[in-house]
């Protein structure tokens, strides 16, 4: 096996190398970097604050999310509900319970200027706090900086391609990392910043250490992909391998779906919502005391959410996603007899069901408490450096006035093999293909270019 690497200095080596297999492998490393590094900087810059996304929402809106905690009894969720009406008029559709003592509750209302704003609630005094827009907290738009739900469908499309390539990028990387008689750069760092032998080494060692963190990362966050992930959310919904329908008793479904009226996890958005009995009428509606109190004894955990209904046929909806998966709870109450008409939880989900939220749960740093957290904030941070080591690395190769792309093997037929496995993974993740042969066909007006410059 040739003892080329990428450390190497002299760019006529890399010409004059045997090992085509290596030549066609570092072209599409690099490539794969081009497309994905600026990605991966900012997934892994908002997805580390994000680890933390309670602790810092508790610190930066603690006037609105914190209170002192007092001996006196909590004010009824309907009292709450009426104090933040008063300060804000609008109709009330959720309400949502104090997650721990010294928590406010948390009244969302629709305004007729406003839209949807969250109301904070003392819930011993029945102060209210203060306002919102509804998903107005500073990790709600780090969330959305993340998942780049700000720049619309075709920004997030970018999710799945980035995922894609991540994946590519790693299984090159690591092929590239191979060792082949060279004395350092393997798990040890040569040379001092100052030489590019050293941001090589610090590129080849942190990429080995984190490379199953960005494939766990990438396969985790597929499940939010344009795409991708929302036919597989589609096909995990309503069946008894992903999300039942009806878990425990068949009862009738509206045409609504859980994103539309609950904050839910990603994989039951697409969850269809029961209606209440149509043999009510003219019954009066429990109220919302009545269904908060139903949900305590059913025992949902604290900080549950209640969606309110708001026509005739609607239900009240209490929801809860801790940390610990084993206590996600879902329960439809029919809103005229209190009646729960679905109360699913975790062990209701099918094998696919599970492995979707528990991937999820880990993938949000939640499932395994600080740990979890401390552990994915290691692998953000080496994949900033990671980055930034790739970027130093190739300025200091790239020939001047060239972008540096490495050289085409001289067996053309390697190259073709590696698209052929390639082409297998666009086929599984169809951005990903289309994203491959637009690279295919900008790698070969670069060559042809270059060709033409040389000619003349």
């Known amino acids: 096996m040739s003892d080329f690497t990428i450390g190497r200095d002299s760019a006529s080596a890399a010409v004059h190398s045997p090992s085509d297999l290596y030549r066609a492998v570092w072209r599409w490393h ?68 104090p997650v721990d003592p010294g928590a406010s509750a948390e009244i969302t209302v629709n305004t007729a200027d406003k839209g949807n704003i969250a109301v904070y609630v003392d819930p011993y ?22 998942s780049l739900k700000y720049f619309g469908s075709f920004a997030r499309a970018m999710i799945e391609i980035t995922a894609g390539w991540a994946i590519l990028l790693v299984g090159t990387g690591i092929y590239l990392w191979w060792p082949r008689k060279q004395t350092g750069g393997v798990l040890s760092v040569r040379g001092t910043p100052r030489k590019r032998v050293f941001w090589r080494d610090t590129h080849a060692v942190l990429g080995l250490f984190v490379g199953g963190f960005i494939v766990f990362l990438a ?43 609950a904050k839910t996890t990603w994989s039951l958005e697409q ?38 209904p708001t026509d005739a046929m609607g239900v009240y909806t209490g929801s809860v996603y801790p940390d610990d998966l084993s206590k996600q709870r879902v329960v439809h109450l029919d809103q005229f007899t209190g009646k729960p008409l679905i109360d699913m939880s975790y062990a209701d989900y099918g094998p696919l069901g599970k492995a979707l939220e528990w991937s999820v749960n880990v993938h ?9 957290q401390l552990v994915l904030l290691a692998a ?26 490495p050289p085409m093997p001289s067996d053309k037929r390697v190259f073709r093999g590696l698209i052929a496995i390639l082409v297998i993974g666009g086929i599984i993740f169809p951005l990903v293909g289309l994203s491959l042969v637009v690279m295919l066909v900008l790698d070969w007006i670069y060559v042809r270019t270059r060709r033409r410059r040389r000619v003349a």
């Open 30 to 97: 690099f490539y794969a970097g081009l497309l994905v590094l600026p990605f991966l900087l900012s997934l892994a810059v908002t997805g580390a604050l994000y680890l933390f996304k309670d602790e810092i929402d508790n610190v930066v809106h603690a006037d609105l999310k914190r209170v002192a905690v007092s001996e006196q009894a909590t004010r009824p969720p309907s009292a709450m509900v009426e104090a933040a009406l008063a300060a804000y008029p609008g109709t009330a559709i959720k309400f949502t319970d």
């Open 125 to 146: 005094g029945g102060k209210v706090l203060g306002s919102l827009p509804d998903r107005g907290t500073v990790m709600w738009t780090i969330r959305y900086l993340h």
């Open 219 to 261: 396969v985790t966050g597929m499940p939010w992909s344009g795409v991708w992930g929302a036919k597989v959310n589609e096909w995990a919904n309503g069946s008894n391998f992903g999300y039942p329908a009806g878990v425990r008793i068949a009862v009738p479904m509206s045409g609504e779906h859980m994103e539309h009226v």
């Open 271 to 308: 969850a269809q919502v029961p209606q209440s009995s149509g043999d009510s009428e003219g019954a009066a509606p429990i109220g919302l005391d009545e269904a908060v109190a139903t949900f305590d004894r059913l025992g949902l955990q604290r900080g549950y959410a209640v969606n309110i």
């Open 364 to 372: 949000m740093g939640q499932q395994y408490g600080l740990a979890n």
């Open 380 to 405: 953000c941070v080496a994949i900033v450096l990671l980055a930034v080591s790739a970027g130093v690395m190739w300025w200091k190769r790239r020939p001047a006035g060239s972008l540096g792309v």
